[in-house]
């Protein structure tokens, strides 16, 4: 903390990526972290400890704002807000805009809290170059320039916050990053420009590696084949996920055979976020339901075990465990035969499991329109 009241500029983890920082109050810190990134233009976003203290550079908190704030901080969304004159002008744009967020990550909220300033957030690189993910890259790229060097660990390569305009609806997104429009779009209940609050399907297993992403990519195989991608959005995340690494190469190569991509897939920690966005959640076994209803109990009438989906979806009970069993540190043919058996069961509720999300979503949004007219009626 004494480096950043210093003026002196330091690396931290964010939960996208590896950050510098400065105190954003500062204009000779933001200036030498300006000149030490070789950047020519544009302005840094700030990470800041909570809504109150976005409030404190704002002049203005409009309503699609609170709606963000709400339903997406902490996290990687960043909210563009007006803010008072005589901020650093490489935190301010010539539109007079701040760029503000709460990051997920708890060491990129203690600092601004701590300092009782906001913080600039900007990707630990150089201008143009790729952003740098662990400690030791950070310091051999900027030897001896950075007061402190922050070790979270390697992070995982993963998409910057995503950026929006928080000043009017339909909310405009100005940059697409880690938080997709049609998920803004569910989240804050508020026209996205570009996005659409389509039904989401959330697909849980452990450890996100293999089981949940293959039956991601088995879905969304299945939708793809019916025309229906842009209809249904498919997610996948784990109850003890590890935010970091790829599915494993023996589920890779299963869903490689069967002509699915799951190359490009990083676990996900699931989160009370995902769960109140998801439509209808499928698991592979009742502790993964019991661990959905501790983070979030309404969500447990949408969580459905796989292989009694179509049996569920229909009211009827079905006796035993009836699980989906972990292959994990199986050879590929334990990969081949869950990713069979979980396909064949998709395709048998495939059908209920379209109506079920999509009546849910509808619902969603019925009670969103009578929530908006009735604060008209208020006002």
């Known amino acids: ?55 404190e550079i704002a002049t203005d908190f409009p309503v699609p704002a609170e709606s963000v704030a709400r339903t997406c901080w902490p996290g990687p969304v960043t909210v563009l807000l007006p803010t008072r004159d005589g901020l650093p002008p490489e935190v301010v744009g010539d539109d007079g805009l701040i760029g503000v967020r709460v990051s997920d990550n708890a060491v990129a909220r203690d600092l601004p809290a701590h300092l009782g300033a906001p913080v600039v957030s900007t990707s630990a690189n150089l201008t143009g170059r790729e952003p740098l993910n662990d400690p030791d890259t950070i310091e051999r790229i900027f030897p001896g320039l950075l007061t402190v060097i922050l070790d979270g660990g390697v992070l995982r390569p993963g998409p910057a916050s995503t950026i929006v305009d928080g000043r009017s609806i339909p909310l405009k997104v100005v940059r697409e990053g880690a938080v997709s429009r049609n998920s803004l779009a569910r989240r804050t209940r508020l026209e996205v420009e570009g996005g659409q609050a389509i039904p989401l399907v959330l697909i849980v297993c452990t450890g996100n590696t293999c089981r949940s992403p293959m039956a991601e990519g088995a ?54 976020q995902m769960t109140q966005e998801a439509d209808i959640i499928l698991v592979m076994n009742e502790r993964h339901r019991s661990r959905i209803a501790v983070i979030d109990p309404h969500a447990r009438e949408r969580t459905h075990i796989i292989r009694k989906l179509s049996a569920e979806l229909k009211g009827r009970s079905v006796a035993g465990r009836r699980e989906i069993e972990d292959p994990y540190g199986g050879p590929p043919t334990s990969h081949r035969k869950v990713l069979k058996t979980m396909r064949n069961e998709l395709e048998k509720g495939f059908e209920d499991i379209l109506k079920r999300a999509r009546s849910r979503r509808i619902s969603v949004l019925e009670a969103q329109s009578e929530l908006s007219e009735t604060e008209r009626d208020r006002s």
């Open 219 to 272: 879905l969304k195989t299945m939708l793809r084949s019916r025309g229906l991608e842009e209809e249904i959005d498919v997610e996948s995340a784990g109850v003890a996920a590890v935010n970091w690494g790829q599915a494993i190469e023996e589920s890779q190569i299963a869903a490689w055979e069967q002509g699915i991509d799951v190359s490009s897939h990083r676990p996900r920690q699931i989160t009370p």
């Open 1 to 55: 903390m004494e480096a950043l009241r210093a003026g002196e500029i330091i690396a931290y983890p964010t939960e996208t990526q590896y950050g510098l920082g400065v105190d954003a109050l500062n204009p000779h810190a933001t200036r030498a972290l300006f000149d030490l990134k070789e950047r020519k233009e544009g302005t840094f976003l700030v990470v800041v400890a909570d809504v109150a203290s976005a409030k």
